[in-house]
Each structure stands twice: as C-alpha cells, then as structure tokens.
C-alpha cells in the first residue's frame, strides 16, 4: 500500500 | 453578543487563515504571460496542489480537529477538499486584484482544458462570493465549517464532528448579526453557498473524467485526495 501523503502532512508538526 | 471563548475561537482560525495562504511566487506564476493549453494545465495543477497543502496546514490549525480519531481526519479532509479549495479560490477570485489580473487569471482557467460545462457554474460560484464581500473571519469560519461537514463519506464519528462544528456555527451566525444588522438574511445566504459548493463537488467529478480522458496527470497528492488512480 503507497504511504498516505494526507497522513504525512497531518503528522508533520503544526504551521510546518 | 459574542463570548469571550468565542471570541478566542475565532481568532485562532482567523489567524491559521491568514498564515496558510499559497505561497505568493505561486500566484504570481499565474499571472505571467501566457502559456499553451497544457502548461496551463500543469500550472493548474501546481496550484492545487499547493493549495491541498495549505489546506491541510489550516485543518490542523482548527480547535480539536487533530483530536478526532485519524481515520475520521482523512475521511473529512478527503470529503471537504474539493469544496474548501473551490470556496478558497473564489474568495482569492473574487478578492480585489491589480487590474487586469482577474482576467488573465480567468483567461488561464478558462484555456486549461477545462470542459465549458463545468466552467460556467465554477465562474457562477466565483460571482456569488465575490457579491457576498465577505469578512476574513467570514471567510475563515466558513471554511472550516465546511471541512468539519460530519455527514462526509467513511467518517465514523459524526458527533465528534458535530460537537466542533456547533461552535462555529454559532459565532458564525452572532458573527453575521452584528456585522450585517440590515441584513438578517445574510448568515442564510453564507449557508446557501455551501449548498452550492456541494453541487461542484459532483461538476469536479466530471471534470477529473474529461481530464482523464486527454491522458491528463495529476499529482500523487491530488490523485490520494480526489480519489483519482
């Protein structure tokens, strides 16, 4: 399964 | 009158409004000289992908949206992209610009492949925001009310949505009274263009088919957020 871009961006830390 | 916790809420999404915005060099590359159908189109592209970024920065901005259990952040986000972008760029749209951009930028909208069909009630769109001269925090608010819509597909939790989308609502529409007294209608004409907004949710569909059609590529961030392989 290709990793979520979506979960990477709400992962990354706030205001990145 | 609005409450002092009210008053927070608003500020905070006010502020991770104005924060998130598309990067200037990106707009501005819209507005250079003109380019072929197909750069337009990866112009296009480029822009909404950029503005799937800013609106995720923006969510996650949103009091209590990052507690929402994960699956249900992805569901939301998922179901409200196409809506909140639509809704953002009618308010850049509609926002006064240099003379002479409004229409170069509708000019490249208008040669980007995009099918008439769906130009003209994308354009309609644009036209009832800008004659609603909305407030930033109007236009924050109503934002983030669209994205945390709780009856989107695959979201399990509808109260937990439902409990951070009251409050808004509600500042919303104390937020209306007091800025438009003359004009009770006004918080149900902001309500009225939500209903709109869902009807280019169905345009965007087509419009993504038609693209697909000319062999047309999207990015890997487009493709996961609009569901396109």
Redesign the interface.
Known sequence: E?P????K??LAP??? | KITKEQQALMQVIVDAYNRHQIPQDMAKKLLQDQYSAEENFLLLTEMATNQVQVLVEFTKNIPGFLSLNHEDQIALLKGSAVEAMFLRSAQVFSRKRPSGHTDVLEERIRKSGISEEFMTPMFNFYKSIGELHMMQEEQALLTAITILTPDRPYVRDHQAVERLQEPMLDVLRKLCSLQHPHEPQYFARLLGRLTELRTLNHYHAEMLTSWRMNDHKFTPLLCEIWDVE
């Not at chain 1, 979520?4 to 979960?7: A, D, E, G, R, Y």
């Open positions: 290709e979520s871009l979506l979960k961006l709400l706030a205001n990145s």
